[in-house]
Protein backbone atom coordinates (compact mmCIF):
# COMPACT_ATOMS: atom_id res chain seq x y z
CA UNK A 1 0.00 0.00 0.00
CA UNK A 2 1.25 3.70 -1.01
CA UNK A 3 1.30 5.97 1.78
CA UNK A 4 -1.52 8.78 1.74
CA UNK A 5 -3.97 6.38 -0.09
CA UNK A 6 -2.34 6.44 -3.27
CA UNK A 7 -2.47 3.02 -5.26
CA UNK A 8 0.33 2.59 -7.27
CA UNK A 9 -0.86 0.57 -10.70
CA UNK A 10 1.24 -2.71 -11.53
CA UNK A 11 1.24 -1.05 -14.97
CA UNK A 12 2.96 1.64 -14.12
CA UNK A 13 5.23 1.37 -12.31
CA UNK A 14 5.95 -1.83 -15.06
CA UNK A 15 5.86 0.77 -17.77
CA UNK A 16 7.93 3.16 -15.79
CA UNK A 17 11.04 0.67 -14.82
CA UNK A 18 11.06 -0.19 -18.75
CA UNK A 19 10.92 3.68 -19.61
CA UNK A 20 14.50 3.72 -17.39
CA UNK A 21 15.86 0.69 -18.75
CA UNK A 22 15.37 2.03 -22.06
CA UNK A 23 16.96 5.12 -21.50
CA UNK A 24 19.84 3.72 -19.34
CA UNK A 25 20.06 1.12 -22.09
CA UNK A 26 19.99 4.00 -25.33
CA UNK A 27 23.18 5.62 -22.66
CA UNK A 28 25.24 2.91 -22.41
CA UNK A 29 23.96 0.53 -25.51
CA UNK A 30 27.65 0.92 -27.43
CA UNK A 31 29.75 0.06 -24.02
CA UNK A 32 27.97 -2.52 -23.10
CA UNK A 33 27.35 -4.16 -26.67
CA UNK A 34 31.13 -4.55 -26.94
CA UNK A 35 32.17 -5.79 -23.71
CA UNK A 36 28.93 -8.42 -23.65
CA UNK A 37 30.25 -9.33 -26.96
CA UNK A 38 33.78 -10.08 -26.07
CA UNK A 39 33.21 -11.90 -23.29
CA UNK A 40 30.84 -13.78 -24.75
CA UNK A 41 32.79 -14.75 -27.82
CA UNK A 42 35.89 -14.85 -25.59
CA UNK A 43 37.79 -12.65 -27.63
CA UNK A 44 41.81 -12.64 -27.62
CA UNK A 45 44.25 -10.14 -28.67
CA UNK A 46 47.96 -11.04 -29.82
CA UNK A 47 50.21 -8.28 -27.81
CA UNK A 48 52.40 -8.98 -30.59
CA UNK A 49 49.73 -6.95 -33.24
CA UNK A 50 48.99 -4.72 -30.83
CA UNK A 51 52.40 -3.54 -30.03
CA UNK A 52 52.89 -2.97 -34.19
CA UNK A 53 49.73 -1.28 -34.29
CA UNK A 54 50.67 0.75 -31.08
CA UNK A 55 53.71 2.04 -33.12
CA UNK A 56 51.88 2.73 -36.04
CA UNK A 57 49.28 4.87 -34.05
CA UNK A 58 52.28 6.86 -32.62
CA UNK A 59 53.93 8.06 -35.73
CA UNK A 60 50.19 8.32 -37.59
CA UNK A 61 49.54 10.73 -34.72
CA UNK A 62 52.91 12.14 -34.53
CA UNK A 63 52.84 13.38 -38.66
CA UNK A 64 49.82 15.17 -37.23
CA UNK A 65 51.68 16.95 -34.43
CA UNK A 66 54.48 17.77 -36.94
CA UNK A 67 52.21 19.22 -40.02
CA UNK A 68 50.19 21.13 -37.61
CA UNK A 69 53.25 22.37 -36.03
CA UNK A 70 55.11 23.48 -39.30
CA UNK A 71 51.82 24.53 -40.77
CA UNK A 72 51.85 27.51 -37.86
CA UNK A 73 48.35 26.36 -37.26
CA UNK A 74 47.77 25.43 -33.38
CA UNK A 75 45.17 27.56 -32.07
CA UNK A 76 46.20 26.86 -28.94
CA UNK A 77 43.46 27.32 -26.09
CA UNK A 78 42.78 26.44 -22.07
CA UNK A 79 40.96 23.78 -21.26
CA UNK A 80 40.93 24.01 -17.90
CA UNK A 81 43.19 24.53 -15.01
CA UNK A 82 45.54 21.30 -13.13
CA UNK A 83 44.68 20.63 -9.03
CA UNK A 84 48.09 23.48 -8.78
CA UNK A 85 46.35 26.00 -10.78
CA UNK A 86 48.64 25.79 -14.18
CA UNK A 87 46.50 26.27 -17.59
CA UNK A 88 46.27 23.02 -19.30
CA UNK A 89 46.37 23.43 -23.12
CA UNK A 90 45.00 21.68 -26.01
CA UNK A 91 46.09 22.32 -29.58
CA UNK A 92 44.87 21.44 -32.91
CA UNK A 93 47.83 19.12 -32.99
CA UNK A 94 46.53 17.28 -29.88
CA UNK A 95 43.37 16.96 -31.51
CA UNK A 96 44.40 16.18 -35.18
CA UNK A 97 46.88 13.26 -33.44
CA UNK A 98 44.05 12.12 -31.29
CA UNK A 99 41.55 11.29 -33.91
CA UNK A 100 43.89 9.16 -35.66
CA UNK A 101 45.30 7.60 -32.78
CA UNK A 102 42.34 7.14 -31.15
CA UNK A 103 40.26 5.76 -34.24
CA UNK A 104 43.09 3.45 -35.87
CA UNK A 105 43.43 1.68 -32.36
CA UNK A 106 39.05 1.21 -32.19
CA UNK A 107 38.41 0.69 -35.63
CA UNK A 108 41.20 -2.43 -35.60
CA UNK A 109 40.49 -3.78 -31.91
CA UNK A 110 36.62 -2.36 -31.34
CA UNK A 111 35.91 -4.48 -28.14
CA UNK A 112 39.08 -3.32 -26.29
CA UNK A 113 38.86 -0.27 -23.69
CA UNK A 114 40.68 3.16 -25.51
CA UNK A 115 41.55 6.05 -22.92
CA UNK A 116 43.01 9.17 -24.69
CA UNK A 117 43.42 12.45 -23.21
CA UNK A 118 41.79 13.77 -25.62
CA UNK A 119 38.05 13.63 -26.85
CA UNK A 120 36.91 14.46 -30.48
CA UNK A 121 33.24 14.59 -29.72
CA UNK A 122 33.09 17.59 -32.69
CA UNK A 123 35.13 16.80 -35.43
CA UNK A 124 34.20 14.32 -37.82
CA UNK A 125 35.16 9.73 -37.02
CA UNK A 126 38.22 8.44 -38.69
CA UNK A 127 37.38 5.30 -40.57
CA UNK A 128 41.25 4.14 -40.47
CA UNK A 129 42.03 0.59 -39.70
CA UNK A 130 45.16 -0.84 -39.34
CA UNK A 131 46.41 -3.75 -41.82
CA UNK A 132 47.85 -6.21 -39.00
CA UNK A 133 51.48 -6.27 -41.13
CA UNK A 134 53.83 -6.76 -38.31
CA UNK A 135 57.22 -4.72 -39.13
CA UNK A 136 60.30 -7.10 -39.62
CA UNK A 137 61.99 -5.25 -36.49
CA UNK A 138 59.40 -6.95 -33.85
CA UNK A 139 59.07 -10.04 -35.68
CA UNK A 140 62.52 -10.28 -35.02
CA UNK A 141 62.58 -9.60 -31.75
CA UNK A 142 59.33 -11.40 -30.66
CA UNK A 143 59.43 -14.08 -32.34
CA UNK A 144 55.99 -15.74 -31.05
CA UNK A 145 52.66 -14.34 -30.68
CA UNK A 146 51.57 -13.84 -27.21
CA UNK A 147 47.43 -13.88 -26.86
CA UNK A 148 45.69 -12.46 -24.06
CA UNK A 149 41.81 -11.80 -23.34
CA UNK A 150 40.19 -8.74 -24.92
CA UNK A 151 38.59 -7.77 -21.39
CA UNK A 152 41.92 -7.67 -19.66
CA UNK A 153 43.60 -4.65 -21.48
CA UNK A 154 43.37 -0.83 -20.95
CA UNK A 155 45.20 1.14 -23.54
CA UNK A 156 46.41 4.58 -23.05
CA UNK A 157 47.30 7.30 -25.32
CA UNK A 158 48.83 10.64 -24.86
CA UNK A 159 48.07 11.67 -28.50
CA UNK A 160 50.71 14.86 -27.66
CA UNK A 161 52.80 14.82 -24.44
CA UNK A 162 54.61 18.43 -23.65
CA UNK A 163 51.34 20.70 -25.35
CA UNK A 164 52.84 23.44 -22.70
CA UNK A 165 56.43 23.53 -24.95
CA UNK A 166 54.72 22.42 -28.14
CA UNK A 167 53.21 26.02 -28.16
CA UNK A 168 56.16 27.32 -27.19
CA UNK A 169 57.97 25.33 -30.21
CA UNK A 170 60.63 23.72 -27.72
CA UNK A 171 59.89 20.39 -30.48
CA UNK A 172 62.41 18.34 -28.60
CA UNK A 173 60.41 17.00 -25.81
CA UNK A 174 57.60 16.78 -28.10
CA UNK A 175 56.18 12.73 -27.90
CA UNK A 176 53.71 10.89 -28.89
CA UNK A 177 52.85 7.96 -26.61
CA UNK A 178 50.72 4.37 -26.56
CA UNK A 179 50.47 2.34 -23.73
CA UNK A 180 48.82 -0.98 -23.17
CA UNK A 181 47.70 -2.43 -19.83
CA UNK A 182 46.93 -6.12 -19.30
CA UNK A 183 44.96 -6.77 -15.92
CA UNK A 184 46.47 -3.07 -15.20
CA UNK A 185 50.30 -4.10 -15.66
CA UNK A 186 52.37 -1.97 -18.04
CA UNK A 187 53.29 -4.46 -20.58
CA UNK A 188 53.59 -2.27 -23.90
CA UNK A 189 54.72 1.07 -23.82
CA UNK A 190 55.86 3.68 -27.22
CA UNK A 191 57.07 6.66 -27.56
CA UNK A 192 57.79 8.23 -30.60
CA UNK A 193 59.56 11.64 -31.44
CA UNK A 194 57.57 13.10 -33.86
CA UNK A 195 60.49 16.18 -34.62
CA UNK A 196 63.22 13.65 -34.75
CA UNK A 197 61.59 10.60 -36.27
CA UNK A 198 62.55 8.26 -33.20
CA UNK A 199 60.47 5.60 -31.95
CA UNK A 200 61.55 3.40 -28.63
CA UNK A 201 59.12 0.24 -28.15
CA UNK A 202 59.52 -2.31 -25.87
CA UNK A 203 57.40 -5.30 -24.63
CA UNK A 204 57.54 -6.59 -20.92
CA UNK A 205 58.74 -10.44 -21.35
CA UNK A 206 58.79 -9.86 -25.39
CA UNK A 207 61.59 -7.15 -26.43
CA UNK A 208 62.38 -3.84 -27.28
CA UNK A 209 64.84 -1.73 -29.80
CA UNK A 210 65.92 0.39 -26.91
CA UNK A 211 68.75 -0.57 -23.88
CA UNK A 212 69.48 1.09 -20.65
CA UNK A 213 72.61 2.82 -20.84
CA UNK A 214 76.31 1.30 -19.76
CA UNK A 215 76.18 3.15 -16.37
CA UNK A 216 74.27 5.56 -13.42
CA UNK A 217 75.56 7.64 -11.08
CA UNK A 218 73.71 5.73 -8.34
CA UNK A 219 75.61 7.83 -5.60
CA UNK A 220 74.71 11.50 -6.65
CA UNK A 221 72.22 10.79 -9.44
CA UNK A 222 71.29 13.90 -11.97
CA UNK A 223 67.54 14.11 -11.47
CA UNK A 224 65.42 15.29 -14.47
CA UNK A 225 62.05 16.81 -13.39
CA UNK A 226 58.72 18.88 -14.73
CA UNK A 227 60.07 22.22 -16.27
CA UNK A 228 56.55 23.38 -16.38
CA UNK A 229 54.46 21.10 -13.10
CA UNK A 230 57.44 21.06 -11.10
CA UNK A 231 55.90 21.89 -7.48
CA UNK A 232 58.28 21.29 -5.08
CA UNK A 233 60.35 18.71 -6.72
CA UNK A 234 63.82 20.70 -6.23
CA UNK A 235 63.82 20.72 -2.47
CA UNK A 236 62.30 17.79 -2.29
CA UNK A 237 65.13 15.54 -4.42
CA UNK A 238 67.90 17.80 -2.75
CA UNK A 239 66.64 16.57 0.67
CA UNK A 240 67.05 13.34 -0.74
CA UNK A 241 70.47 13.81 -2.43
CA UNK A 242 71.66 16.64 -1.45
CA UNK A 243 71.82 20.49 -2.16
CA UNK A 244 74.22 19.93 -4.77
CA UNK A 245 72.32 17.60 -6.39
CA UNK A 246 72.04 18.13 -10.63
CA UNK A 247 68.81 19.11 -11.12
CA UNK A 248 67.26 18.96 -15.13
CA UNK A 249 64.20 20.45 -15.90
CA UNK A 250 63.00 18.88 -18.74
CA UNK A 251 59.40 19.23 -20.04
CA UNK A 252 57.44 16.02 -21.42
CA UNK A 253 56.89 12.96 -19.30
CA UNK A 254 57.55 10.80 -22.88
CA UNK A 255 60.84 12.53 -22.88
CA UNK A 256 62.04 12.49 -19.45
CA UNK A 257 61.94 8.21 -19.17
CA UNK A 258 63.69 8.46 -23.14
CA UNK A 259 66.60 10.57 -20.92
CA UNK A 260 67.23 7.40 -18.64
CA UNK A 261 67.61 5.10 -21.84
CA UNK A 262 70.56 4.82 -24.70
CA UNK A 263 68.78 6.57 -27.36
CA UNK A 264 70.46 7.46 -30.76
CA UNK A 265 70.12 10.85 -30.32
CA UNK A 266 72.65 12.78 -29.14
CA UNK A 267 70.84 16.02 -28.51
CA UNK A 268 69.08 14.14 -25.65
CA UNK A 269 69.62 14.79 -22.40
CA UNK A 270 71.24 12.22 -20.15
CA UNK A 271 69.79 11.95 -16.36
CA UNK A 272 70.00 9.21 -13.92
CA UNK A 273 66.68 9.10 -11.98
CA UNK A 274 63.32 11.01 -13.02
CA UNK A 275 61.72 12.19 -10.02
CA UNK A 276 57.80 14.03 -10.10
CA UNK A 277 55.57 15.91 -7.44
CA UNK A 278 52.50 16.91 -8.40
CA UNK A 279 49.30 15.41 -9.86
CA UNK A 280 49.68 13.46 -13.09
CA UNK A 281 47.55 11.24 -15.32
CA UNK A 282 48.38 7.68 -16.66
CA UNK A 283 48.25 8.55 -20.02
CA UNK A 284 51.09 10.58 -19.35
CA UNK A 285 53.11 7.81 -17.35
CA UNK A 286 51.77 4.39 -18.80
CA UNK A 287 54.21 3.77 -21.53
CA UNK A 288 57.22 4.85 -19.98
CA UNK A 289 56.45 3.13 -17.18
CA UNK A 290 55.91 -0.60 -19.37
CA UNK A 291 59.64 0.67 -21.39
CA UNK A 292 61.22 0.66 -18.17
CA UNK A 293 59.45 -2.64 -16.69
CA UNK A 294 60.53 -4.24 -19.88
CA UNK A 295 63.92 -2.85 -19.84
CA UNK A 296 64.34 -4.15 -15.97
CA UNK A 297 63.94 -0.95 -14.32
CA UNK A 298 61.34 0.92 -12.14
CA UNK A 299 58.48 3.37 -11.94
CA UNK A 300 56.41 3.64 -9.07
CA UNK A 301 55.04 6.18 -6.60
CA UNK A 302 57.34 7.81 -4.38
CA UNK A 303 56.49 5.49 -1.68
CA UNK A 304 57.51 2.78 -3.93
CA UNK A 305 54.34 1.37 -4.99
CA UNK A 306 53.00 -0.42 -7.92
CA UNK A 307 50.89 1.84 -10.31
CA UNK A 308 47.62 -0.14 -11.27
CA UNK A 309 46.76 1.08 -14.96
CA UNK A 310 43.23 -0.12 -15.41
CA UNK A 311 40.20 2.31 -13.59
CA UNK A 312 40.57 5.86 -12.59
CA UNK A 313 43.10 8.10 -15.00
CA UNK A 314 44.54 9.80 -11.64
CA UNK A 315 47.68 9.63 -10.09
CA UNK A 316 48.19 11.90 -6.80
CA UNK A 317 51.16 10.08 -4.88
CA UNK A 318 53.93 11.23 -7.41
CA UNK A 319 56.29 9.62 -9.45
CA UNK A 320 60.16 7.81 -9.08
CA UNK A 321 61.47 6.02 -12.39
CA UNK A 322 64.98 4.59 -12.55
CA UNK A 323 66.63 1.98 -14.20
CA UNK A 324 69.56 -0.41 -13.06
CA UNK A 325 69.73 1.36 -10.08
CA UNK A 326 68.67 0.02 -6.30
CA UNK A 327 65.09 1.20 -6.21
CA UNK A 328 64.09 0.32 -3.20
CA UNK A 329 67.30 2.54 -1.54
CA UNK A 330 66.13 5.33 -3.93
CA UNK A 331 62.43 5.30 -2.47
CA UNK A 332 64.14 5.29 1.45
CA UNK A 333 66.22 8.05 0.54
CA UNK A 334 62.85 10.20 -0.30
CA UNK A 335 61.35 12.69 2.31
CA UNK A 336 57.47 12.69 3.05
CA UNK A 337 56.01 14.20 0.07
CA UNK A 338 53.17 15.79 2.65
CA UNK A 339 55.48 17.09 4.49
CA UNK A 340 58.01 18.70 1.62
CA UNK A 341 55.87 20.10 -0.63
N1 LIG B 1 50.19 18.67 -11.91
C1 LIG B 1 49.76 18.20 -13.06
N2 LIG B 1 48.44 18.13 -13.35
C2 LIG B 1 48.02 17.64 -14.54
N3 LIG B 1 48.85 17.21 -15.52
C3 LIG B 1 50.16 17.25 -15.27
C4 LIG B 1 50.69 17.73 -14.04
N4 LIG B 1 52.03 17.64 -14.08
C5 LIG B 1 52.33 17.15 -15.30
N5 LIG B 1 51.22 16.91 -16.01
C6 LIG B 1 51.15 16.43 -17.39
O1 LIG B 1 52.18 15.49 -17.57
C7 LIG B 1 52.88 15.69 -18.78
C8 LIG B 1 54.34 15.99 -18.50
O2 LIG B 1 54.42 17.17 -17.75
P1 LIG B 1 55.79 17.94 -17.57
O3 LIG B 1 56.23 18.37 -18.93
O4 LIG B 1 55.46 19.10 -16.69
O5 LIG B 1 56.71 16.96 -16.95
C9 LIG B 1 52.13 16.82 -19.50
O6 LIG B 1 51.20 16.16 -20.34
P2 LIG B 1 50.48 16.82 -21.62
O7 LIG B 1 51.40 17.77 -22.25
O8 LIG B 1 50.18 15.60 -22.41
O9 LIG B 1 49.23 17.45 -21.09
C10 LIG B 1 51.46 17.55 -18.36
O10 LIG B 1 50.26 18.19 -18.73
MG1 LIG C 1 47.46 17.84 -21.80
MG1 LIG D 1 51.15 14.03 -21.45
MG1 LIG E 1 48.91 15.19 -23.95
Known amino acids: MAPMGIRLSPLGVAVFCLLGLGVIYHLYSGVIASRLAALRQGKTVDLRELLALSVEAAVLGGREVKRIREENALEEKTKGKTKEGAKEMLTIGDLRSHIKMYHLIKNTFPYIKVNSEEHDHTLAAEHNVWNHVIPNEILEKIKEPKEVMADSITVWIDPLDATQEYIEDLREYVTTMVCV ?17 FTAWAMV ?4 NVKPRKSYNEKSPE ?17 AFGNNTKIHPAAGAGYKVLSLLDIPDESHEKADVYIHVTYIKKWDICAGNALLKALGGHMTTLKGEEIDYSGSERNDAGLLASININHKLLVEKLPDLQEST
Not at 185 to 194: A, Y
Not at 223 to 239: D, N
Open 223 to 239: IIVSRSHAGKVTSFAQK
Open 205 to 208: SGGS
Open 181 to 197: AVDGVPIIGVIHKPFSS
